[in-house]
């Protein structure tokens, strides 16, 4: 019995990802949210899924590009099976002046205040 729960576990764990779908949060902003399990391919998988369904959104807006705004990514820990992403972007045409060359940078890990005087 114990070895079919394991079995139905991993099983579980391994073949589940998921999106919200693109979620309109303002006139030309978006949001989405998705989650892939470690079998799946974990956080490069959920940011794939998250990067095509915002181009899909995108490209069904005459062909505009997708505009980064934020990003956050969550890997899977042993309580929590799914790597998760959340993408906030908008869709822009090429030749709006909003739409340049994107600096990513993630957020940092650790900040450290130095309080000497």
Known sequence: MKLVITILAALFQTACSSSSGVVKIGPDTFTISTSASPGKGGVPAAKRIAYQEA??????????????????????????????????????????????RQQMQGSPDKIIENRQR
Request: contains cysteine; proline residues 7%; glycine residues 6%.
């Open 55 to 100: 181009g899909e959104e995108c490209a069904r807006r005459n062909g505009m590009e997708v505009f980064t705004l934020s990003e956050k990514t969550s890997s899977p820990s042993w309580t929590e099976g799914m790597a998760n992403m959340e993408l906030n972007f908008r869709c822009l045409r090429p030749n709006d002046p909003e739409f340049q």
